[in-house]
């Protein structure tokens, strides 16, 4: 199963990004190899309509699940869509997300948060 989290950076120490559409990076993490398994840059830059762009995007990187820290309506459409499952964290390191996601801390979203 693999799991994407905009992030600040390419390891697992890095921090979540706050900013799902615009983030410059999403880790996708596979969790039964447990290892992360890409590094998708974001290179999308239009003013307007990037969470069902960037959503897409995920979607055909064969994601199961996104943890981020806010999701727009438009983003999460396509994300339902998609089959993709969203759940909310905090800003934390990759790595205590990922943990938290396993041990079934983490709020699993059913609408857009804003």
Same mark, same amino acid.
């Given at each position: ?31 039964? =190899? @447990?290892?992360? !398994?890409? &590094?998708? /840059?974001?290179?999308?830059?239009? %003013? ?12 055909? =990187? @064969?994601?199961? !699940?996104? &943890?981020? /820290?806010?999701?727009?309506?438009? %983003? ?39």
């Amino acid at each position: 199963m693999k799991i994407a989290i905009p992030s600040q950076g390419k390891t697992l120490d890095s921090l979540s990004n706050d900013r799902f559409a615009r983030a410059e990076l999403f880790v996708i993490y596979d969790l039964d =190899k @447990g290892e992360i !398994v890409e &590094i998708i /840059e974001n290179t999308a830059n239009e %003013a307007h309509g990037m969470g069902p762009k960037v959503s897409q995007m995920l979607a055909e =990187k @064969g994601v199961n !699940v996104l &943890i981020l /820290e806010s999701v727009g309506k438009n %983003a999460f459409e396509v994300l339902k869509a998609a089959g993709i499952e969203v759940y909310l964290t905090k800003k934390d390191t990759l790595a205590n997300i990922i943990e938290n996601y396993k041990n079934g801390k983490l709020e699993k979203v059913e609408n857009a948060t804003h």
